[in-house]
């Protein structure tokens, strides 16, 4: 076999080598191709969210009497308001809080006071803020001992008992606990009467949002 023969079969032998590679690689993508067009089609993402929620308190008013007030947040679900004052003269205070949820809640109350007083939780006002809130959060609201203004008094020593205020479906649909437009916002009438002749009186009332999966209906 001279040169010109050999080279011959070489570019031959080359070119079919060459064509098989192609055949070969066009086979394995379009069988990747399938799989993951199969692959894509089978998948279903399971899961569950996780609970979350979180409750805060804007500036809280006074509006009857000479009483100080004030608001702080303890934890993430969780404010305590402090709130002071002399004389005997009844004391109303409107306290709003923003509730933000993506599992069913509960709030609850207690007082811790000095010296024996009465006091009635109500609820003044309740309202969604936003697009983010789901159609049902405020419908869903079932209140406990926090009523409306007839919501009896009650005597406050020491540490009292929790009080059961109310709880609801979730709230958020989504969003983070900064989001302005996820929450539902519950305005607290809380009334105090500070005993007879009384120089001066103090309570802090701690507010405390917990998950609660099922709320009664």
């Known amino acids: 076999?001279?040169?010109?023969?050999?080279?011959?079969?070489?570019?031959?032998?080359?070119?079919?080598?060459?064509?098989?590679?192609?055949?070969i690689v066009f086979l394995l993508v379009a069988a990747c191709g399938a799989c993951a067009q199969s692959g894509a089609a089978s998948v279903t993402v399971t899961g569950q969210v996780s609970g979350a929620l979180s409750l805060s308190a804007a500036e809280a008013r006074a509006l009857g009497g000479q009483a100080q007030v004030?608001?702080?947040?303890?934890?993430?679900?969780?404010?305590?308001?402090?709130?002071?004052?002399?004389?005997?003269e009844e004391t109303r205070v409107?306290?709003?809080?923003?509730?933000?949820?993506n599992?069913?809640?509960?709030?609850?109350?207690?007082?811790?006071?000095?010296?024996?007083?009465?006091?009635?939780?109500?609820?003044?006002?309740?309202?969604?803020?936003?697009?983010l809130?789901?159609?049902?959060?405020?419908?869903?609201?079932?209140?406990?001992?926090?009523?409306?203004e007839r919501a009896p008094f009650l005597t406050v020593h020491n540490s009292s008992p929790l009080l059961a205020l109310l709880g609801g479906p979730p709230v958020s649909k989504a969003g983070t606990f900064n989001s302005p437009d996820n929450a539902i916002e519950i305005v607290l009438s809380i009334e105090l009467r500070?005993?007879?002749?009384?120089?001066?009186?103090?309570?802090?009332?701690?507010?405390?949002?917990?998950?609660?999966?099922?709320?009664?209906?």
């Open 194 to 217: 500070p005993p007879a002749h009384q120089e001066s009186w103090s309570t802090r009332l701690t507010i405390t949002a917990a998950p609660n999966p099922h709320p009664r209906q």
């Open 133 to 148: 809130v789901h159609a049902n959060a405020l419908a869903g609201i079932r209140l406990a001992d926090a009523r409306d």
């Open 94 to 101: 409107h306290l709003p809080l923003r509730l933000r949820s």
């Open 70 to 88: 004030s608001t702080a947040s303890v934890d993430a679900n969780t404010v305590a308001v402090s709130i002071s004052g002399s004389g005997s």
């Open 103 to 131: 599992v069913g809640y509960s709030l609850r109350a207690s007082f811790l006071s000095p010296a024996e007083l009465t006091a009635r939780v109500s609820v003044a006002d309740a309202r969604a803020t936003g697009r």
């Open 1 to 23: 076999m001279d040169s010109r023969t050999g080279r011959g079969v070489n570019r031959i032998y080359m070119s079919t080598v060459l064509r098989a590679c192609f055949v």
